[in-house]
């Protein structure tokens, strides 16, 4: 009996060691599965993060009409994913106009920018920005009979307003290079970012933001800026320009690329102007633009001055 009663106690021990060892094996393990788990999450939503960022950069190197990058920035962030969002604004001669901001959605296996880069409104004669109600400046395809939003000559009209500054987008009659461009315009009026023109029977005017070009800052270019440009130009597809649904903004960016390997040689078919309003009665009515779109305008003030 004795014998007995000790090989109870003994398996009593040994069960008992074994819950132990079971329970400590549980309370060590489960933590180190669960960090190992979120690690492993982060960093994959972490790859999508970054590709994310990369898509949106592309798309603000080579699609933004005019529009400064004022930060790009993580947000609604969680565990399964979040939000990359990038908010931007336009300078019109020394003067900062609030635009709308991008927005793409990442998660642990994908990352999608919005169904536009640009949603707009449309109106018979106008394009606005869906954010912010302030009229955009667009371009036309001129082997198009008939555009969507009708063709307009507002410059003169820019020309009439007093004490304002203003962007203007003119469509040329014919593509310039940018020495021609320059050479065209009095020192007071800049040419701050540069259309690279659309691709067959396209109609830019359904576009809105979505015009494929380069920014100057101070109406200039510089080798170098081009270099990066032209660059850009050959990564982009159709995930990372937004509407682009058969492929073709991307396949003329490419083709751009491939016939306008540098500044030199490339061409443009219209160009953003921005200065005071009264400045554009300099270039009312010339033969070398064939439409004019006003954009934003703001009214001046005594403490801001305009930089041209």
């Given at each position: 009996?004795?014998?007995?009663?000790q090989?109870e106690?003994?398996?009593?021990?040994?069960?008992f060691?074994?819950?132990?060892?079971?329970l400590a094996?549980?309370?060590i393990?489960?933590?180190?599965?669960?960090?190992?788990m979120?690690?492993?999450?982060?960093?994959?939503?972490g790859?999508q993060?970054q590709?994310?960022n990369?898509?949106m950069?592309?798309?603000?190197?080579?699609?933004?009409?005019?529009i400064?990058?004022?930060?790009?920035?993580?947000?609604?962030?969680s565990v399964?994913g979040?939000?990359?969002?990038?908010?931007?604004?336009?300078?019109?001669d020394?003067y900062?106009?609030?635009?709308?901001?991008?927005?793409?959605?990442?998660?642990?296996?994908?990352?999608?920018?919005?169904?536009?880069?640009?949603?707009?409104?449309?109106?018979?004669?106008a394009?606005y920005?869906?954010?912010t109600?302030?009229?955009?400046?667009?371009?036309y395809?001129?082997?198009?009979?008939?555009?969507?939003?009708?063709?307009?000559?507002?410059?003169?009209?820019?020309?009439?307003?007093?004490?304002?500054?203003?962007?203007?987008?003119?469509t040329?009659?014919k593509?310039?290079?940018?020495q021609?461009?320059?050479?065209?315009?009095p020192?007071?009026?800049?040419?701050?970012?540069?259309?690279?023109?659309?691709?067959g029977?396209?109609?830019?005017t359904?576009d809105?933001?979505?015009f494929?070009?380069?920014?100057?800052d101070?109406?200039?270019?510089?080798?170098?800026d081009?270099?990066y440009?032209?660059?850009?130009l050959?990564?982009?597809?159709s995930?990372n320009?937004?509407?682009?649904s058969?492929g073709?903004?991307?396949?003329?960016?490419?083709?751009?690329?491939?016939q306008?390997?540098?500044?030199?040689?490339?061409?443009?078919?219209?160009?953003?102007l921005t200065?005071?309003?009264?400045?554009?009665?300099?270039i009312?009515?010339?033969?070398?633009y064939?439409?004019?779109?006003a954009?934003?305008t703001?009214?001046?003030?005594?403490?801001?001055?305009?930089?041209?």
């Open positions: 009996m004795n014998e007995d009663k090989f106690k003994l398996a009593r021990k040994v069960k060691r074994r819950w132990l060892i079971t094996t549980v309370v393990t489960v933590p180190i599965m669960l960090l190992l979120y690690r492993g999450t982060q960093y994959l939503s790859i993060s590709q994310l990369q898509k950069e592309i798309a603000e190197t080579v699609m933004a009409p005019n400064q990058l004022s930060d790009q920035v993580l947000d609604n962030t399964w979040g939000n990359v969002v990038s908010r931007r604004y336009k300078v019109i020394g900062h106009v609030p635009w709308s901001a991008v927005q793409g959605k990442y998660s642990w296996f994908n990352n999608t920018l919005a169904d536009s880069v640009n949603l707009n409104d449309y109106e018979p004669n394009v920005d869906r954010i109600q302030v009229k955009e400046p667009i371009f395809n001129n082997r198009l009979r008939h555009s969507e939003v009708k063709r307009v000559n507002e410059l003169p009209d820019v020309a009439k307003m007093r004490n304002y500054v203003a962007e203007v987008a003119v040329f009659k593509p310039l290079t940018y021609q461009i320059q050479s065209k315009l020192k007071t009026i800049h040419a701050d970012w540069y259309w690279i023109g659309v691709g029977k396209l109609d830019p359904m809105g933001s979505n494929l070009g380069i920014q100057a101070g109406g200039r270019l510089m080798n170098q081009y270099r440009f032209h660059k850009t050959q990564k982009v597809t995930e320009v937004g509407l682009d058969n073709a903004i991307a396949k003329y960016a490419h083709q751009y690329a491939r306008n390997p540098s500044l030199k040689k490339a061409v443009f078919y219209g160009v953003i200065g005071r309003s009264e400045q554009f009665s300099r009312k009515n010339q033969t070398w064939v439409e004019s779109s954009g934003a703001v009214k001046r003030v005594p403490y801001i001055k305009p930089q041209y």
